[in-house]
């Protein structure tokens, strides 16, 4: 059966004055319906791109210049423009970073809501309204007769998020894209809105993307993870397996860099080092300037995303020439008790 979205090497370029920056290189990714996949890397390393290159909302003057996205197995990149953006817009949603720009500032939240139901799905004035309470208590937000009333700045962050959250649901998409839905949220609110998430995926089969430069976000929701660096994946695999045994020392570095909620003092170690300039990126891996256990080797071919393990189903993939080395990198922040992965990652 076809996944629910399958992304075939994509390729998303810049024209830009200087050059062409090369914002997505050769992304794979699949997510069933039903299933909730993580995206994460740092700032600048192409998620949000490769998201909106999804949707069909690239900036300019961006251009997708190789691959394909397939929905329910139907080829949608070279649909001509106007049937690729109904399959999208019918079939996908997204929910952005910062509910107080996305929401329109002098409408009546409930009314955003209903937008959709009104105009695009052609219900009458009151089923509209009645949906859109429906979509507002869906999302657990209380007295959702008296907030429909609410305009965006009268309710507090993580009740705006759950508003765009409930505007996403109203096309009745039966994908989610969520780009770093919770970084402007502190850490209990960003847990409510990610429980939401997590409980739509599982009572209405929603597949949902997660993009987040933060591991503990996407391992608290995500079954599958992939790690972007550079515009690449660089380690994809099961949540449990690539969490617990990184075989990719960017990501290694990013689980190293995650504060452990169980120290007295909150440390957010960074990785040493700048993300390559992606107009003028370095022949060889492109994380070599800043990896601990390069080789000269490692300057000389970019490397290809290659099977390291099987564990179950899922395949983990990485882009280290020197993964099988993995077992013996050491540890660069405290060495944990267990062989668990640190995140105490979901299933
Ligand atoms: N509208 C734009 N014009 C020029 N460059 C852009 C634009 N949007 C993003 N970029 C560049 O594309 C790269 C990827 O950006 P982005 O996808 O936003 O990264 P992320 O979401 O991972 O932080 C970055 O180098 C960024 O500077
Ligand atoms: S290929 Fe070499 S430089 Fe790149 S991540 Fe692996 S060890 Fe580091
Ligand atoms: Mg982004």
Request: hydrophobic residues 40%.
């Amino acid at each position: 059966m076809s996944a629910l979205l399958e992304v075939h090497d994509l390729s998303v370029d810049i024209p830009l004055r200087h050059g062409r920056l090369h914002a997505v290189r050769g992304v794979s990714l699949r997510v069933e319906a039903g299933e909730a996949i993580g995206v994460v890397g740092e700032s600048g390393s192409g998620k949000t791109i490769m998201l909106r290159a999804l949707l069909g909302l690239l900036p300019q003057p961006a251009r997708i210049i190789g691959g394909s996205i397939l929905l329910d197995g139907v080829e949608v990149t070279g649909m001509p423009a106007g049937r690729r953006h109904a399959a999208l817009t019918e079939a996908v949603s997204m929910v952005f970073q910062d509910s107080l720009t996305a929401l329109n500032p002098v409408m009546r939240v409930g009314e955003q809501i209903a937008e959709v139901p009104r105009h695009r799905l052609g219900m009458s004035r009151t089923a509209a309204h009645a949906r859109a309470v429906e979509l507002m208590d869906s999302v657990g937000i209380p007295e959702p007769e008296r907030r429909y009333r609410a305009y965006p700045h009268e309710l507090s962050g993580g009740m705006r998020q759950r508003i765009g959250i409930a505007i996403a649901l109203s096309t009745q998409p039966r994908l989610i894209l969520a780009d770093e839905p919770t970084t402007a949220l502190d850490v209990t609110i960003q847990a409510q809105v990610l429980d939401v998430l997590d409980t739509l995926r599982g009572e209405q089969q929603l597949g949902l993307v997660l993009v987040s430069h933060d591991l503990a976000v996407i391992s608290q929701t995500c079954s599958r993870i992939y790690v972007m660096y550079a515009g690449r994946v660089v380690e994809s695999g099961g949540a449990w397996a690539l969490l617990g045994h990184p075989r990719h020392p960017y990501t290694y570095a990013l689980l190293q860099s995650v504060p452990d909620p169980d120290a007295p003092v909150h440390r957010l170690l960074t990785i040493p080092g700048q993300p390559p300039d992606l107009t003028a990126l370095p022949t060889g891996c492109p994380f070599a300037p800043r990896c601990a256990f390069a080789k000269t080797a490692c300057t000389q071919e970019d490397p290809p995303l290659v099977p390291v393990t099987v564990t179950g189903e899922a395949a983990q993939l990485s882009a280290c020439l020197r993964w099988d080395t993995a077992a013996h990198w050491p540890q660069w922040s405290e060495p944990s008790e267990t062989d668990e992965p640190k995140l105490g990652a979901t299933s």
